[in-house]
């Protein structure tokens, strides 16, 4: 496909937007703004779309078709691209994901709760890095290899035709290894911190997290260390309080260690202690 006729199609697909279930998705370019709210795991829609075509016209979407491995780096930006695409903070149920050069697709479910069930999404790495240009519901009678392609016709066939469009779920991979390790840290931290208030601040203590580390074990499971530090207590009369943490259900459940924590092998799997500073 020459370039020339490469932009005109990308571009008329992005005016066009994904129409895959009967509800239209976002289709967000590099310069979209960003909301100016916090994103909840409630959410599953962004706003409106770009009205300016931004696909790049030199996407590469040729060569063998991977899955990436849970864990690895690339796994991890597609997921952190399809939060920011859906506006979610919640973690994934990955069906489906596949990876063609510079273009991917997916069928991922957000485990929060209040989430809206399997959504199916499209990736373009652009200038080194991915980002989501479509999402729709997964599973409705429009949701089919060839409406996804006149949707996305800078995507290979090849690749379309990987996802198994029906509605019997495959077998979800590592459900809880979807997050990067910034994202976990930054709700431990909000966790710990509310904690922290509640123990401390009730009794006029202000307080400093001093440790704050996260680590995944081997089934995906994220698991944190905290440790609070009170702060302009002149007389020395309050200790440091020590967090341990699990995420799980959405998440963060936290154990406090206070005064003197047992052992960390009575709590942590031993894949993550050392990780975790211990």
Request: hydrophobic share 35%; charged share 15%.
């Amino acid at each position: 496909m020459s370039r020339a006729r490469t932009t005109l199609i990308a571009a008329a697909a992005l005016a066009g937007v994904l129409v895959l279930s009967g509800c239209a998705p976002t289709l967000p370019g590099p310069t979209t703004p960003a909301s100016t709210t916090q994103p909840t795991a409630s959410q599953t829609t962004t706003g409106q779309a770009s009205v300016e075509p931004t696909t790049p016209a030199n996407i590469a979407a040729t060569g063998p078709i991977t899955t990436p491995k849970v864990g690895s780096a690339e796994r991890t930006a597609l997921l952190d691209a399809a939060r920011t695409q859906l506006n979610v903070t919640s973690q994934f149920d990955v069906y489906q994901l596949y990876v063609q050069g510079d273009t991917a697709i997916g069928d991922i479910e957000p485990t929060a709760k209040s989430a809206n069930g399997r959504i199916f999404v499209a990736w373009e790495r652009r200038d080194g890095k991915w980002t989501g240009i479509g999402a729709s519901k997964f599973g409705s009678t429009a949701a089919n290899a060839a409406d996804t392609a006149r949707a996305l016709p800078s995507f290979s066939t090849e690749l379309i035709d990987k996802i198994d469009w029906t509605l019997a779920k495959p077998k979800a991979k590592a459900t809880t290894s979807t997050s990067s390790s910034s994202t976990m840290q930054k709700s431990l931290s909000a966790a710990a911190q509310k904690w922290s208030k509640t123990a401390m601040s009730g009794k006029g203590v202000p307080y400093k997290l001093t440790v704050l580390k996260v680590a995944q074990d081997s089934k995906g499971v994220w698991w944190g260390h905290v440790v609070s530090q009170p702060s302009k207590d002149k007389n020395g009369s309050y200790e440091a309080l020590e967090f341990w943490a699990k995420y799980a259900s959405g998440s963060w459940q936290g154990k406090v260690q206070d005064p003197e924590p047992p052992a960390p092998s009575t709590y942590f799997p031993s894949s993550v202690i050392s990780k975790l500073g211990f």
